[in-house]
């Protein structure tokens, strides 16, 4: 008798484990729902793709500059600029080399400094550069009516995430016999912080005037960069003057930048430039 009793407990728990197993999850996935659904809920996530741009080091922007520039070829002309890009969607592909220094069409994305800001930044950007020696105090300020910009994007090609905005600012050449004495020539200007990369400026100091040395090491630290370190060649027809200094700085990865500080002679033009 009682192991019929036990034989019939055993099939009534073995049905209950059947149904619990069949049942069991979607009653319960139906109860946590009913304390979710229809019942306003807050959760933390992270913001690491926020923002249009991957951010870049001082050393990495300006690596990716200096590749940029020494990959275009001079004078870019309008049709050349055509043919690389319409606006800051590029047809990486169909680009030659591995870097591209573009016209960003679109203009601003909202984050840059703007067409109209950018001349009181440059000027903010000549004033500081006046107080760290890097520039004479001769160099006159920039305005509207005597300067072009130009916003461009120069642009990693196989990692087209590393990419930096950049304004030229350019001594108008529309104004015919414009007095260039201690004027700033050309300039590149990064559009999120204002940093001057490079500058051809015109100015009263000689050469000899020049500590080449202390100019570029304060250079740097307003760049953000590390210590330079001078650059092993005894060639003197590495650029068009004999006036000049190079120095290098770590890039990306195993590459490096070359940054040259030189004068032209006549004209009382002092340089910065940078280059792979």
């Given at each position: 008798?009682?192991?019929?009793i036990?034989?019939?407990?055993?099939?009534?728990?073995?049905?209950?484990?059947?149904?619990?197993?069949?049942?069991?999850?979607e009653?319960?996935?139906?109860?946590?729902?009913q304390?979710i659904?229809e019942?306003?809920?807050?959760e933390?996530?992270e913001?690491?793709?926020?923002?249009?741009?991957?951010?870049l080091?001082s050393?990495?922007k300006l690596?990716i500059?200096?590749c940029?520039?020494?990959s275009?070829t001079?004078?870019?002309?309008e049709?050349s600029?055509?043919a690389y890009?319409e606006?800051t969607?590029?047809?990486y592909?169909e680009?030659e080399g591995?870097?591209a220094f573009?016209?960003?069409?679109?203009?601003?994305?909202?984050?840059e400094?703007?067409?109209?800001?950018?001349?009181?930044?440059?000027n903010?950007?000549?004033?500081?550069?006046?107080?760290?020696?890097i520039l004479?105090?001769?160099?006159r300020?920039?305005?509207?009516s005597?300067?072009?910009?130009t916003?461009y994007?120069?642009?990693?090609?196989l990692?087209?995430r590393?990419?930096?905005a950049?304004?030229?600012m350019?001594?108008?050449n529309?104004?015919?016999?414009?007095?260039k004495?201690?004027?700033?020539?050309d300039?590149?200007?990064?559009a999120?912080?204002?940093?001057?990369?490079e500058?051809?400026?015109?100015?009263?100091?000689l050469?000899?005037?020049i500590d080449a040395d202390a100019l570029?090491a304060?250079?740097a630290e307003?760049?953000?960069?590390?210590t330079?370190?001078p650059?092993?060649?005894n060639n003197?027809?590495?650029?068009?003057t004999?006036y000049f200094?190079?120095y290098?700085?770590t890039?990306?990865?195993s590459?490096?930048?070359?940054v040259?500080l030189?004068?032209?002679e006549?004209?009382?033009?002092?340089f910065?430039?940078?280059?792979?």
């Amino acid at each position: 008798m009682k192991s019929k009793i036990y034989s019939l407990a055993f099939l009534v728990l073995a049905a209950l484990a059947m149904i619990i197993s069949i049942w069991g999850p979607e009653a319960l996935a139906q109860y946590k729902d009913q304390g979710i659904l229809e019942r306003p809920h807050t959760e933390n996530v992270e913001s690491a793709g926020e923002g249009y741009r991957y951010q870049l080091k001082s050393n990495e922007k300006l690596y990716i500059l200096s590749c940029c520039l020494s990959s275009q070829t001079f004078p870019e002309s309008e049709t050349s600029t055509q043919a690389y890009a319409e606006d800051t969607e590029v047809m990486y592909q169909e680009l030659e080399g591995s870097y591209a220094f573009v016209v960003n069409r679109r203009g601003p994305s909202g984050k840059e400094i703007t067409d109209e800001q950018i001349y009181a930044t440059c000027n903010e950007g000549i004033d500081l550069l006046k107080e760290k020696g890097i520039l004479p105090e001769q160099v006159r300020q920039v305005d509207v009516s005597s300067y072009d910009v130009t916003l461009y994007s120069a642009i990693d090609v196989l990692e087209p995430r590393n990419n930096v905005a950049v304004w030229k600012m350019s001594l108008s050449n529309s104004q015919k016999n414009a007095d260039k004495e201690n004027r700033l020539m050309d300039a590149y200007i990064d559009a999120d912080d204002g940093k001057i990369y490079e500058f051809y400026v015109r100015t009263p100091l000689l050469w000899e005037d020049i500590d080449a040395d202390a100019l570029v090491a304060a250079w740097a630290e307003y760049m953000g960069l590390g210590t330079p370190a001078p650059y092993e060649s005894n060639n003197p027809l590495l650029e068009t003057t004999p006036y000049f200094r190079k120095y290098v700085f770590t890039g990306m990865g195993s590459g490096q930048t070359v940054v040259t500080l030189g004068f032209y002679e006549g004209i009382n033009e002092l340089f910065l430039k940078v280059s792979k």
